[in-house]
């Protein structure tokens, strides 16, 4: 069974950087598995960030970026802002028109 | 500007099917895979699986056996039927539209609608 991991929490100063990542139990992440970056707040649906690992979806401020960082799926936050406080989840594509969520990570700034 | 909206009923009783219908508007349903995306109180999401106007589907392993999706492009909605449920499928359900190359994943998502399963 895949598995996506990512950090339960993580937390970050304004205007700070933080960078939160995405693995698999089976091994390493790379752009074949087209990784995806979604956000969301309390009580509210997702929000496309990044996908193919490393464009960003309409709208979204240039602080986000994405990027493959060894064997994980990376989502960069610069200059951290006080509503970037929110869950982010990334997705991977694991083939045969698959695709699995990471249990998300959960960003606090202060 | 493509807007998506869930509908079905709130409450399903243990057994029963769920039944829920996505209405796109704004756009045509042809072309792009449409998905049904669920999460449970205060857990994570998880993917259900893409339904595609040509009858093309894919569906998460661990639901397969009790999971359907189509599409109707004749009132420009997909569906989702998910059988023999139990407490554990209560969740926000959100429908969503992926992006025109399917290995993108989703650009668009519903607001979510609450499916509580109780007798």
């Known amino acids: 069974q895949t598995v996506v991991t990512q950090e339960p929490a993580f937390s970050v100063s304004p205007g700070g950087t933080v960078t939160l990542t995405c693995g698999l139990n089976?091994?390493?992440?790379?752009?074949?598995?087209?990784p995806t970056w979604y956000q969301q707040t309390p009580g509210q649906a997702p929000r496309t960030l990044i996908y193919?690992?490393?464009s960003r979806s309409s709208g979204v401020p240039d602080r986000f970026s994405g990027s493959i960082l060894g064997d994980t799926a990376a989502l960069t936050i610069t200059g951290a802002q006080a509503d970037d406080e929110s869950d982010y989840y990334c997705a991977l594509y694991v083939g045969s028109g698959l695709w699995v969520f990471g249990g998300g990570t959960k960003l606090t700034v202060l | 500007q493509v807007q998506l909206q869930e509908s079905g009923p709130g409450l399903v009783k243990p057994s029963e099917t769920l039944s829920l219908t996505c209405t796109v508007s704004g756009g045509s349903i042809s072309t792009y895979y449409w998905s049904w995306i669920r999460q449970p109180p205060g857990q994570g999401l998880e993917w259900l699986g893409n339904?595609?106007?040509?009858?093309?589907?894919n569906y998460n392993p661990s639901l397969k056996s009790r999971v359907t999706m189509s599409v109707d492009t004749s009132k420009n909605q997909f569906s989702l039927n998910l059988s023999s449920v139990t407490a554990a499928d209560t969740a926000v359900y959100y429908c969503?539209?992926?992006?025109?190359?399917?290995?993108?994943?989703?650009?668009?998502w519903g607001q979510g609608t609450t499916v509580t399963v109780s007798s």
């Open positions: 193919n690992t490393d």
């Open positions: 089976s091994g390493s992440v790379s752009t074949s598995y087209y």
């Open positions: 969503a539209r992926f992006f025109s190359y399917y290995y993108h994943g989703v650009d668009v």
């Open positions: 339904s595609h106007y040509s009858g093309s589907t």
